[in-house]
């Protein structure tokens, strides 16, 4: 009897991965600001948005409206003068209009980007880009532009992420230079919330301490499918 042997099918060709199936990673860097206690106060959905770490490059997408716009004069003035610096505030006081918030891994510096886009009733929607960083004496720090950034410290309070200001700075030459409390606008709390079935509310409001609320926006938000 003549041994055969087995006749094996070739392996089939890769098939390519779709940016859809690109791997999320898991990422550690806002649980290890919070501390263990804290992290596992939060609730589930809120911890699983602030695990995701996309690979070099690719983007999450949130989409949502705008249900809050209030601005006091002093805040309309701050919004106009923060131009200077690439407009980092929302110009618009429109309510119930869309909303866009995609966060994009940032290859050079291992830090998040984030942009923001707000339609408006009349004209062009404003978009507003800044990046996060994992850096600085509290181990967050988030740039809006032309060298201008703010330390910021993270919290649980009543089941929601808190980010709040913890000074300001502007970069200059390679120096960085702190920037006193009298030419701050004040301080900068967003606040991440969980609201149920995929939804999140995110709010910004900037408080002076003599003039007080400049700005608050209020936002309610879910997870596109990519």
């Known amino acids: 009897m003549t041994n055969r042997l087995p006749i094996v ?18 990422d550690l860097r806002f649980r290890a600001l919070l501390g263990e206690a804290d992290w596992a106060s939060l609730p589930a959905p809120v911890r699983r948005r602030f695990s995701k770490r996309l690979a070099d490059g690719h983007t999450v997408v949130y989409v949502g409206e705008i249900r809050e716009a209030t601005a006091s004069r002093a805040g309309r003035f701050l919004i106009q003068a923060a131009r200077l610096i690439g407009g980092p505030l929302p110009v618009g006081a429109d309510v119930g209009v869309p909303s866009a918030v995609t966060v994009t891994e940032d290859m050079t510096t291992g830090g ?62 390679g120096a960085r230079l702190t ?32 003039l007080g609320r400049l700005i608050r926006q209020y936002g ?4 596109t499918e990519t």
């Not at 099918?9 to 898991?26: C, K, S, T, W």
């Not at 309610?220 to 997870?223: A, D």
């Open 9 to 26: 099918a070739p392996d089939p060709e890769p098939r390519p991965i779709r940016p859809a199936e690109q791997p999320i990673l898991g």
């Open 179 to 210: 920037l006193p409390s009298w030419l701050t606008p004040g301080a900068l709390t967003v606040t991440h919330s969980e609201i149920g079935e995929g939804r999140f509310g995110f709010s910004l409001e900037i408080v002076h301490p003599r």
């Open 220 to 223: 309610v938000f879910r997870e």
């Open 112 to 173: 998040q980007i984030w942009t923001r886009l707000y339609a408006r009733r009349c004209g062009f929607p404003q978009v507003i880009h800044s990046s996060k960083r994992f850096a600085g004496p509290t181990g967050l720090e988030e740039y809006v532009g032309y060298g201008v950034g703010m330390a910021l410290t993270v919290h649980v309070e009543n089941e929601a992420l808190v980010f709040r200001s913890a000074g300001y700075f502007i970069q200059v030459f």
